[in-house]
């Protein structure tokens, strides 16, 4: 698959004409999603995909064209399309396709053969048994609204006039469920979910629990009261944050003076025990790659160490920009140009787990999910509000439930205000690994 | 797209092991777009999409494949893929004789964006900035997006519907960050319709990147939101987006058959104020959620939901409609081919209301007044949900005052349609929006009169 789609790429960049930059990505992807209800098969999709990107550069002016198809009728349009619209574009003296830069690629085993060989059969067990599992271990779950078992293979190229050719293949499954719990007055949502490379490696206790223990220890949640208290943010809360925070340290978010953390390289804007790091050669991470969206050696980079900012995330375009190199941090699909961003964004973990962290924090409140994070941050000033759900912490305890509570503060202030950092690092099927934190002063409000 | 005769030979073959029920959805979509940023036409974008998604029903059980390949071998190969999806095996069954299906559009498109010169639609981005910057030199960074899409969709099924549409649709926005002495501030502001490029006769592209930078202008002069619960008046237009994630969602038949919403079990039951009637109406001409017909073939409709109060009935598609022995709604829709079709909404609103919208505020001692939400949340199974309010300004003595930063308002579906104790007579539609459901996005339009909502939370930062 590697060859076919290297070829096809190639046979595109083959008609660049004199003095044109061209970059071409083929991607070919097949997917197996299964859901279950109620111990049957709801859904069983078997799905396969292809696309193609096709990037010019001509006279420092860029135009893009995607098609889902590689039709040869269509590959010819695409290259046409992405000429025609190169015209329209404004110069730019830094728009170029990414030159090779020397970095040799780590090898990853992303492509687990297991994935190729589980049967369809095993698959839908697994499905089925998770939900067996969610719906016979707490009284209280009134059902499972989807269980959902779904891998894929993706084998991606990139062909560049300026002598880049690389090919990947990258294979991830998973197992999500929505569970429903009721006391009779009240119901709540919960979900869980296990990552892996291969079926062999999903949890199906792990995902159940979660899913259960999520929905049921919501029952009866109240408004809390309002004022300044310190919150622990759950691993998958963390990560969602993250995320917000990776994105403001984006080159692109630099370059167009978006980024809070403009002028602040070198600054202290987290504790000595922050340490945040973008790395996409971890292949534990569910988004690990080889290669950047540019086809660029992925790298570690270290975005806060110890509490410093320590840099931004750059692609070849932001790097030119700004009289820095690329940090192999392109991202983008097929049918986009590359933005600049994180590709899997960690903390360094701490020693204490939930529970210590919960003992050590006295009083305060466990966030277990929030919601309208999207809009509730500004990325550019860094304020936010978010809806959010959870445990109060009352003497080192989990306490009552909560729920329609907002938290609000800046990106700035929350990291500033960090506490402490848990060891429960965990993989999420994500752009983010998520693990515990506990941050003080943290308006919250309720009732 | 594809003759008739191949598609019942798809339809008879997909049948071959037993299916009850098959459907060949094909879709032909072309998109462009051009980007306008840091004084730059950044680039402009084209895309082509086009294939066919195949399913198999039988029992509760749908088995789906889809392909990029329109041949007779690629749809015989997706056929057969979806018909073993289904893990079945039983004898054959046939496809009823197709049927045209005459759903006339709602939406009449005068000139197709394709036949307009790339030329005139980045001009449009260039004017905007210059509008936009020209509000002020607080204003530091301007974007604008134009795009466009015509999606061209035939649907064929063994109940012998054989029905398409050709759905044109053109978009166009324009954000502006505002920077002063607290930091800096957004604004924002889009219009969109299911027609040509005559919307561009129709809407001022600058008096929309006007809207814009003044929305962040003003937000640099304004104080921190409050937190708290309070009454909460919401302007006409700006805030159907509230209904249509914490109440419609939740109105869904597919959420409803697995009681995964809080309005299941209540048709009949009185759910909300009395002043409240809550519509989904897809054939709403010229309205971003508008189209002929949705993606399993059912002409668009116009559905009451709530009627003064009283739980109608819910949306619903082909699978849970058949299921429960009756009509789809018209709301059987996809994002693309490559994903099944689920209940979505089409263009859902609060009905008008009778009151002078001034006399409402009057009427509020204290509050917040917003006069544009953002995006939003909901927990479909408790209501609870939360939106970011994007424009907003106090209410003190009964009157509009000073704007406030961005918060949030969180509050419960079922509570804010129990709590909503004026309705005002100056119905609007919004923005046009995506609605995403289990990652799927879908256009959609919202629309609200003036209305108060007599209790609910602001998240903001003021202590």
């Known amino acids: ?447 | 797209m594809i003759e008739q005769n191949l598609i019942e030979k798809v339809l008879n073959e997909a049948l071959k092991s037993g299916g009850e029920f098959a459907e060949v959805f094909v879709e032909d979509k072309r998109s462009s777009s051009a980007l306008f940023d840091d004084g730059k036409v950044e680039e402009l974008t084209s895309g082509r999409d086009r294939g066919a998604g195949i399913r198999v029903v039988i029992g509760e059980t749908t088995g789906f494949a889809h392909t990029a390949d329109l041949s007779e071998r690629g749809l015989l190969t997706a056929a057969r893929a979806a018909a073993s999806a289904t893990r079945a095996s039983g004898s054959s069954s046939s496809a009823r004789d197709l049927e045209t299906v005459v759903a006339p559009s709602p939406n009449t498109v005068v000139t197709l964006p394709e036949s307009v010169e790339k030329e005139r639609k980045v001009s449009l981005l260039i004017q905007a900035d210059e509008i936009a910057r020209s509000q002020g030199s607080a204003i530091t960074q301007v974007s604008a997006r134009y795009g466009d899409s015509r999606r061209k969709i035939l649907v064929a099924n063994s109940d012998g519907v054989f029905a398409s549409d050709d759905q044109v649709r053109s978009l166009f926005s324009v954000s502006c960050v505002a920077t002063g002495d607290t930091g800096m501030q957004t604004g924002r502001e889009s219009i969109g319709r299911p027609i040509g490029f005559e919307l561009f006769d129709q809407v001022d592209v600058e008096e929309l990147a006007q809207r814009a930078a003044q929305r962040a202008l003003t937000k640099l002069n304004a104080r921190p939101a409050p937190s708290g619960t309070m009454p909460v008046v919401i302007g006409s237009g700006g805030g159907g987006v509230l209904f249509h994630e914490a109440c419609g969602h939740g109105l869904e038949a597919d959420l409803v058959n697995k009681q995964a919403s809080v309005f299941a079990g209540k048709v009949g039951e009185t759910v909300a104020s009395e002043l409240v009637t809550l519509i989904d109406d897809g054939t709403m001409s010229h309205e971003w959620g508008a189209f002929a017909i949705d993606d399993e073939g059912r002409p668009a409709q116009r559905n009451v939901l709530i009627e003064n109060g009283v739980l109608v009935d819910y949306m619903w598609d082909g699978l849970r409609s058949r299921s429960e022995g009756r009509m789809s709604s018209g709301n059987g829709r996809r994002q693309s081919y490559h994903v099944l079709p689920m209940v979505r909404m089409t263009n859902t609103y609060i009905a008008n209301g009778e009151t002078d919208p001034k006399d409402i505020i009057e009427d509020t001692p204290e509050g917040v007044y917003v006069a544009h939400l953002g995006g939003g949340q909901v927990n479909t199974a408790t209501g609870d949900f939360v939106f970011g309010m994007t424009e907003a300004y106090l209410i003190e003595n009964g009157k509009i005052t000073e704007p406030i930063r961005e918060g949030n308002l969180i509050g419960n579906g079922p509570d804010v349609l129990n709590n909503i104790d004026a309705l005002g007579n100056d119905f609007d539609m919004g923005s046009p929006g995506t609605c995403g459901k289990d990652g799927q996005g879908v256009p959609v339009g919202d629309g609200t009169p003036t209305l108060r909502v007599t209790s609910l939370t602001v998240g903001g930062t003021a202590g």
Do not use: W
Not at chain 1, 16 to 39: C, F, L
């Open chain 1, 1 to 447: 698959m590697k060859d076919e789609l290297l070829k096809t790429a190639a046979s595109i960049v083959d008609q660049a004409t004199n003095g044109e930059q061209v970059e071409v990505v083929v991607v070919h992807g097949r997917e197996t999603e299964i859901r279950v209800y109620q111990g049957e098969i709801e859904s069983f999709t078997a799905a396969e995909s292809q696309g193609i990107g096709i990037r010019v550069v001509n006279d420092f002016r860029q135009g893009m064209a995607y098609a889902g198809s590689l039709d040869d009728s269509v590959l010819e349009e695409t290259l046409e399309e992405a000429r025609d619209n190169a015209s329209f574009g404004t110069p730019d003296e830094f728009l170029a396709i990414a030159e090779p830069d020397g970095v040799n690629s780590i090898s990853l085993e992303l492509l687990n053969p297991e994935l190729n060989s589980f049967a369809n059969e095993d698959k839908i067990s697994l499905a089925i048994e998770l939900e067996k599992s969610i719906s016979e271990s707490d009284p209280r779950i009134i059902g499972v609204e989807s269980t959902d078992y779904v891998d894929s293979i993706n084998t991606s190229a990139i062909v560049t006039t300026s002598g880049i050719s690389r090919a990947s293949e990258e294979g991830g499954c998973y197992l999500a469920a929505s569970s429903l719990a009721s006391d009779g007055t009240d119901t709540q949502t919960g979900f869980g979910y296990s990552v892996g490379r291969s079926p062999a490696q999903l949890q199906i206790e792990k995902a159940s629990s979660e899913a259960t223990e999520r929905a049921t220890r919501l029952l009866g949640a109240k408004k809390a009261e309002s004022g300044r208290m310190t919150v622990i943010l759950d691993p998958y809360v963390t990560a969602q944050f993250l995320g917000i925070i990776g994105s403001t340290l984006s080159g692109e978010a630099l370059l167009k003076g978006r980024s809070l953390f403009a002028d602040r390289e070198g600054d202290q804007i987290g504790p000595e025990f922050l340490t945040l790091i973008d790395d996409p050669t971890d292949a534990e991470a569910f988004t690990a790659t080889e290669a950047d969206g540019e086809g660029l050696a992925s790298r570690k980079n270290m975005l806060i160490d110890r509490g410093s900012l320590n840099g931004f995330l750059h692609n070849s375009y932001t790097a030119r920009a700004l009289g820095k190199v690329s940090t192999g941090s392109a991202v983008r699909s097929y049918n986009s140009s590359p933005g600049a961003g994180p590709l899997a964004l960690s903390l360094v973990p701490g020693e204490s787990n939930q529970t210590e962290l919960i003992q050590q924090v006295g009083e305060g409140i466990l966030i277990q999910g929030v919601a309208g994070l999207h809009s509730g941050v500004k990325p550019v000033s860094g304020d936010f509000s978010a809806g959010a759900e959870g445990l109060m912490i009352r003497k080192g305890q989990l306490a009552e439930p909560v729920r329609e509570v907002t938290i609000a503060s800046t990106l700035q202030r929350m990291l500033l205000d960090i506490q402490s950092i848990g060891s429960d690092l965990e993989r999420l099927p994500m752009r983010s690994s998520g693990v515990s934190i506990v941050v003080k002063d943290v308006m919250v409000s309720g009732a």
